[in-house]
């Protein structure tokens, strides 16, 4: 055992293998990683390690010739997330190529909304589409069950937490009620989702009752991941920077909030990641007023307030995707910027956003590479 590990380390050295732990259960190395049991957990509840365990929004994805391979087998991008076998394919592949500490489940958090009736589909190069959501649509969302739906999802969790080894985090995830209700209501992406904006502003009672209706659904959702075998769940908020301070608190801080006090009630001790990507100087109170162990911080959040907003507890972050796509003297400096003014405390090593289908490989291997160097 002792010769393996000396030659994954040698071959490390030579960026063959950019890492250093073995990840997939049954393989003859699992267990002789860091020796550490799922390292991300530890630091979700606070505690510091050094190399920072390491993971990227949407590691699973086009930048991958692997994932592409599959989903074109798949057919559609949706029949991928509904297809256990493929799902747990693909949220395996990043983790065999690098090594990640954690590995998210392959869905999108759109399947919520299409799980409640809403019809979706996925078009190259536009994104998701969906027919906009009326104000009287929305009391009638109330009566659906979810979870027939959804079982695939399920099974694809089970199924994760069966292949992968004990060191490596199974994170599931879910949207925020704000940013899946941007998409139902406009029913596609925009630059600012003005039409949820305007939603609000002239139907406050159907957006409030949208709001809490995903919330109860998703956090019915994250609660079954966990009961399949997710070991902590992720909020992603990706439009939270579009409100005003009020639309803020309403939309962003209240519907996730009801999420984490739902799924706390069932499993007090999953750590659960907030993300409020673009919440600016309102990431401040964003931990105590939803309740959420972690902060997932974007690139625009300066190390500077990220170094405050740790000593309350876990960041993960904060590179820009784009330095990662540049590569280079680019990358090196984010990452070094990232691990001076955060490396003494509980970090999550993350992009600030996903990662884009441009991103050359090697350049996530550099940046793996370089996270894991400093020992
Ligand atoms: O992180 C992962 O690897 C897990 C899988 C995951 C996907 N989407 C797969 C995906 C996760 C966690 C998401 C979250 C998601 N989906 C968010 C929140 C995070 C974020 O990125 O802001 C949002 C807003 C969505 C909605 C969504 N899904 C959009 C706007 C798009 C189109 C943009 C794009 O990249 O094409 C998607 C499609 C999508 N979701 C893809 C993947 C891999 C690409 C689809 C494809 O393969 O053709």
């Avoid at 592409?68 to 991008?77: L, P, V, W």
């Avoid at 954690?102 to 759109?110: G, K, Q, R, T």
């Avoid at 209700?181 to 949208?210: N, S």
């Amino acid at each position: 055992m002792e010769k393996l590990q000396s030659t994954i380390l040698t071959e490390s050295k030579n960026h063959k293998i950019p890492f250093q732990r073995i990840y997939l259960k049954g393989s003859l190395l699992a267990g002789t990683a860091r020796g550490m049991a799922r390292e991300v957990i530890e630091v979700l509840k606070g505690a510091k390690r050094y190399p920072p365990p390491i993971w990227m929004m949407r590691q699973a994805g086009r930048y991958l010739p692997e994932y592409r391979q599959t989903r074109e087998k798949a057919g559609s991008f949706l029949d991928l997330c509904y297809n256990p076998e493929l799902a747990v394919e693909v949220t395996l592949q990043p983790i065999r190529r690098f090594g990640f500490d954690a590995a998210i489940l392959f869905s999108d958090i759109l399947v919520v909304p299409h799980a409640l009736g809403r019809d979706l589909r996925f078009e190259e190069g536009r994104g998701p589409l969906m027919t906009p959501i009326g104000a009287d649509e929305i009391a009638g969302l109330a009566d659906v069950d979810i979870h027939g739906a959804m079982a695939p999802v399920y099974e694809t969790v089970r199924r994760l937490r069966e292949e992968l080894s004990g060191e490596t985090t199974l994170l599931g995830f879910c949207g925020a009620p704000w940013t899946v209700a941007t998409y139902m209501i406009a029913g596609h992406g925009t630059p600012d989702q003005a039409p949820a904006r305007l939603f609000f502003y002239k139907h406050r009672d159907a957006m409030e009752a949208l709001l809490d209706r995903l919330a109860v659904v998703s956090a019915e959702y994250l609660v079954r991941q966990i009961e399949a075998g997710a070991d902590a769940v992720q909020i992603f908020d990706s439009w939270s920077g579009v409100l005003d301070e009020a639309g803020f608190e309403t939309c962003c801080v209240r519907p996730v909030c009801k999420i984490v006090s739902l799924v706390r009630a069932q499993f007090p001790d999953v750590p659960i990641i907030g993300f409020p990507k673009g919440a600016g100087t309102l990431y401040e109170n964003y931990r105590g007023q939803t309740g959420v162990d972690a902060l997932g911080l974007d690139w625009s959040v300066p190390l500077s307030q990220a170094k405050r907003l740790q000593a309350e507890g876990a960041v993960q972050g904060n590179l820009d995707p784009m330095r990662l796509v540049a590569g280079g003297r680019a990358l090196d400096e984010g990452i070094d910027r990232i691990l001076g003014a955060l490396g003494d405390g509980p970090l999550i090593f993350n992009l600030g956003h996903g990662i884009t289908p441009e991103t050359p490989i090697a350049h996530v291997e550099q940046m793996i590479a370089r996270v894991r160097a400093v020992r």
